[in-house]
T-cell receptor, first 110, second 118 residues
Framework: AQRVTQPEKLLSVFKGAPVELKCNYS??????LFWYVQYSRQRLQLLLR??SRESIKGFTADLNKGETSFHLKKPFAQEEDSAMYYC????????????FGKGNQVVVIP | GAVVSQHPSRVICKSGTSVKIECRSL??????MFWYRQFPKQSLMLMAT?????????EQGVEKDKFLINHASLTLSTLTVTSAHPEDSSFYIC??????????????FGDGTRLSIL
């Protein structure tokens, strides 16, 4: 079974400070990892995915299979980064369903 | 980019009413769509996987007769909450993935439907 763990529910950081959101997963097969973001009153949208290996809005995330982690990082937080962030895992087998973590609410303090 | 349209965005109705929510992929085809439920300040919980032309696959604990899913075409899935009661009040979100040649497309989400049963 797929399982995604995001330990901290709420993260408050000052503008310009680094942000790191932790995500650990449990899955016996070959996973695909995503970070989704939900800004206030907006739909859930894809932030980045591990296979792309790109930086979006200054965020990066590296898949560490040894530690089964996919932590999200940004060196300098901006006010517009305040949002809910969800880590998600998609199984490569079966119906490719997404399993979500519980989410992190990030509040960037001006 | 790929867009998923969900309608209606908000429903308020009396207990016992059946409510239908539509999910459309606007510029791509989706043989599979997913229905989620989100409680306040909690994560998305997958309710069921909607399969075009066949029966939906429900997650454990989700009542098939309560949450009817129909996926009649490659761009439309509907979720009907039958005889809704206050405990069914929630935020329902659908998502779909472009089933084109590239199997590695991410899922795209609708805006969600806030259902309030009085």
């Amino acid at each position: 079974a797929q399982r995604v763990t995001q330990p901290e529910k709420l993260l408050s950081v000052f503008k310009g400070a680094p942000v790191e959101l932790k995500c650990n997963y449990s899955y016996s097969g070959s996973p695909e990892l995503f970070w989704y973001v939900q800004y206030s009153r907006q739909r859930l949208q894809l932030l980045l995915r591990h296979i792309s290996r790109e930086s979006i809005k200054g965020f990066t995330a590296d898949l560490n299979k040894g530690e089964t982690s996919f932590h999200l990082k940004k060196p300098f937080a901006q006010e517009e980064d305040s949002a809910m962030y969800y880590c998600a895992l998609r199984a490569q087998e079966g119906n490719n369903r997404l399993a979500f973590g519980k989410g992190n609410q990030v509040v960037v303090i001006p | 980019g790929a867009v998923v349209s969900q309608h209606p965005s908000r429903v308020i109705c009396k207990s016992g009413t059946s409510v239908k929510i539509e999910c459309r992929s606007l510029d791509f085809q989706a043989t599979t769509m997913f229905w989620y439920r989100q409680f306040p300040k909690q994560s998305l919980m997958l309710m069921a996987t909607s399969n075009e032309g066949s029966k939906a696959t429900y997650e454990q604990g989700v009542e098939k007769d309560k949450f009817l899913i129909n996926h009649a075409s490659l761009t439309l899935s509907t979720l009907t909450v039958t005889s809704a009661h206050p405990e069914d009040s929630s935020f329902y979100i659908c998502s779909a993935r472009d089933q084109g040649p590239n199997r590695n497309q991410p899922q795209h989400f609708g805006d969600g439907t806030r259902l309030s049963i009085l």
